[in-house]
């Protein structure tokens, strides 16, 4: 099946400092998307970007899929963006979505 | 809308009983998933489904089993329960396939 790396696997950071995570995955997908768990354990979908660039406020991501990698941005971070990061993407040829494991970011005040 | 809903937020079972995991969807998706996250590691697929009637195992479906009689329900059984699904199942679903995933807000199980 298809490889999700994440990195860095864990990252902290100032309030204030800007942050860029990677994901690589090893075959063609048809779906990527990003997601936050915040410290309650609840996932909140943050892109759906399986090629291209989006912007959600403080947040933004880009896929490059032909060069099967996603990065998400995240600029003046604040305390309540810690939590665990998650790309997920699914294979052109299937219907699951497979996780990576994940970035572990704490922004301290 | 109400989204993906899951019932109940918290269980605690023990070694050898049985429960079900309801899912809800009210977005009228075709596809439902069924996901577990163990501490500090990322979700995976248990079962999926592609419609009311289908359903398949995804990567880890050893000691479950789920049922698709409508659109909008997705129950995931557990029989037998064991203390290695002790986990937090997270139930998903899209519009198509390749389609953004919404997940509902998680069930602590904890089997003792």
């Known amino acids: 099946g298809i490889q999700v790396e994440q990195s860095p696997p864990d990252l902290i950071l100032q309030e204030g400092a800007n942050s860029t995570l990677r994901c690589n995955f090893s075959?063609?997908?048809?779906?990527l998307q990003w997601f936050h768990q915040n410290p309650w354990g609840q996932l909140i979908n943050l892109f759906y970007?399986?090629?291209g660039t989006k912007q959600n406020g403080r947040l933004s991501a880009t896929t490059v899929a032909t060069e099967r990698y996603s990065l998400l941005y995240i600029s003046s971070s604040q305390t309540t963006d810690s939590g665990v990061y998650f790309c997920?993407?699914?294979?052109?040829?299937?219907?699951?979505?497979?996780f990576g494991e994940g970035t572990q970011l704490t922004v301290n005040p | 809308n109400a989204g993906v809903t899951q019932t109940p937020k918290f269980r605690i079972l023990k070694i050898g009983q049985s429960m079900t995991l309801q899912c809800t969807q009210d977005?009228?998706?075709?596809?439902m998933y069924w996901y577990r996250q163990d501490p500090g590691m990322g979700l995976k697929l248990i079962y999926y489904?592609?419609?009311?009637?289908?359903?398949d195992k995804g990567e880890v479906p050893n000691g479950y089993n789920v049922s698709r009689s409508t659109t909008e329900d997705f129950p995931l059984r557990l029989e037998l329960a064991a203390p290695s699904q002790t986990s937090v199942y997270f139930c998903?679903?899209?519009?198509?396939?390749?389609?953004?995933?919404?997940f509902g807000p998680g069930t602590r199980l904890t089997v003792t």
């Open positions: 977005m009228n998706h075709n596809y």
């Open positions: 970007i399986p090629s």
């Open positions: 075959d063609s997908v048809n779906n």
């Open positions: 489904s592609v419609g009311a009637g289908i359903t």
């Open positions: 997920a993407v699914e294979e052109t040829s299937g219907s699951r979505l497979t």
């Open positions: 998903a679903s899209s519009y198509y396939v390749g389609g953004d995933r919404g």
